[in-house]
Antibody, heavy 118, light 107 residues
Framework: QVQLQQWGAGLLKSSETLSLTCGVYGGSFSDYFWSWIRQPPGKGLEWIGEINHSGSANYNPSLKSRVTISVDTSKNQFSLKLSSVTAADTAVYYC????????????WGQGTMVTVSS | DIQMTQSPSSVSASVGDRVTITCRASQSISTWLAWYQQRPGKAPKLLIYAVSSLQSGVPSRFSGSGSGTDFTLTISSLQPEDFATYYCQQANSFPRTFGQGTKVEIK
């Protein structure tokens, strides 16, 4: 069974860089794209971007200038960096697996609440 | 970006009721449509992909239909564990986008 376990700092100050990592346990790492999605408190879901094992990435244009998603295939991990955060970046951040050929998210991490204070 | 609009925003229903949620895309997405269930404090759970394909382990009381721009999620007989928020997602193009959610509440 595939499990995604994520970790990273939960409290940031404005202008700092958000950094989260997601570890993938079980199943193949190289056969999939891996994604980050966020959800502000009480609001809906926003796709941030995705990456595959070779480092090919796609980003949401609304965040592209501040986002970097990277991969470490030796550890079956992928990471998110979001620079110059503001209060608007306060959200629960999820990592997720992209279901092959379907472009949907079939396994999710537990979520990390990230709060940006001014 | 493709905008996804769900209706209603919330629905009150009783156990055993049939519940229908609709999702409209701002342009055609063919059959690239998924539905998720999210319980409070939990990650979303994939229910349906490709409009009507049930994800493994999802009960058959969940079903989906539609194509192009208009889609429907139906819960045939609402169970206590189905009270949650439901989201649609278009999988046709980047950026992937979600509807704003429909909260199914206990009547």
């Amino acid at each position: 069974q595939v499990q995604l376990q994520q970790w990273g700092a939960g409290l940031l100050k404005s202008s700092e860089t958000l950094s989260l990592t997601c570890g993938v346990y079980g199943g193949s790492f190289s056969d999939y794209f891996w994604s980050w999605i966020r959800q502000p408190p009480g609001k809906g879901l926003e796709w941030i971007g995705e990456i595959n094992h070779s480092g090919s990435a796609n980003y949401n244009p609304s965040l592209k200038s501040r986002v970097t998603i990277s991969v470490d295939t030796s550890k079956n991990q992928f990471s998110l960096k979001l620079s110059s955060v503001t209060a608007a970046d306060t959200a629960v951040y999820y990592c997720a697996r992209v279901k092959r050929w379907r472009n949907v998210f079939d396994f999710w991490g537990q979520g990390t609440m990230v709060t940006v204070s001014s | 970006d493709i905008q996804m609009t769900q209706s209603p925003s919330s629905v009150s229903a009783s156990v055993g009721d049939r519940v229908t949620i609709t999702c409209r895309a701002s342009q055609s997405i063919s059959t690239w449509l998924a539905w998720y269930q999210q319980r409070p404090g939990k990650a979303p759970k994939l229910l349906i992909y490709a409009v009507s394909s049930l994800q493994s382990g999802v009960p058959s009381r969940f079903s989906g239909s539609g194509s192009g721009t208009d889609f429907t999620l139906t819960i045939s007989s609402l169970q206590p564990e189905d009270f949650a928020t439901y989201y649609c997602q278009q999988a046709n193009s980047f950026p992937r986008t979600f509807g704003q959610g429909t909260k199914v509440e206990i009547k």
